[in-house]
């Protein structure tokens, strides 16, 4: 499976983005899906994680309320809607797949190549 992230750009404090992570290969339903997001000078964290029917969803305390990942399984494709963004939300955002939803990233085997997301104040 490889997935490719997308949306991300350049925006306000208090706006919204919409990234994408699409995959192509066989078996997108059979992975839950993780994001990640990492910062200048700062290790990959945790933001949040959808089950592979999209029935369960869990963040990070940080984006809780704020963020809300969702997906598409009939075009293989994961969204996590942003609001709410702040400066501290500025980082690289990374997709990956799992077997069952995991905030730790050691299990997750496919990675994206992350979507830069800045939020200036």
């Known amino acids: 499976v490889q997935l490719q992230a997308s949306g991300g750009g350049l925006v306000q404090a208090g706006g919204s983005l919409r990234l994408s992570c699409a995959a192509s290969?066989?078996?997108?339903?059979?992975?839950?899906m993780g994001w990640f997001r990492q910062a200048p000078g700062k290790e990959r964290e945790f933001v949040g994680a959808?089950?592979?029917?999209?029935?369960?969803?869990f963040y990070t305390n940080s984006v809780r309320g704020r963020f809300t990942i969702s997906r598409d399984n009939a075009k293989n494709t994961v969204y996590p809607q942003m609001d709410s963004l702040s400066p501290e939300d500025t980082a690289v955002y990374f997709c990956?797949?799992?077997?069952?939803?995991?905030?730790?990233?050691?299990?997750?085997?496919?990675w994206g190549q992350g979507t830069q997301v800045t939020v200036s104040s």
């Open positions: 990956a797949a799992a077997s069952t939803l995991q905030t730790n990233k050691a299990y997750y085997f496919y």
């Open positions: 959808i089950s592979r029917s999209g029935g369960n969803t």
């Open positions: 290969g066989r078996g997108f339903s059979s992975y839950a």
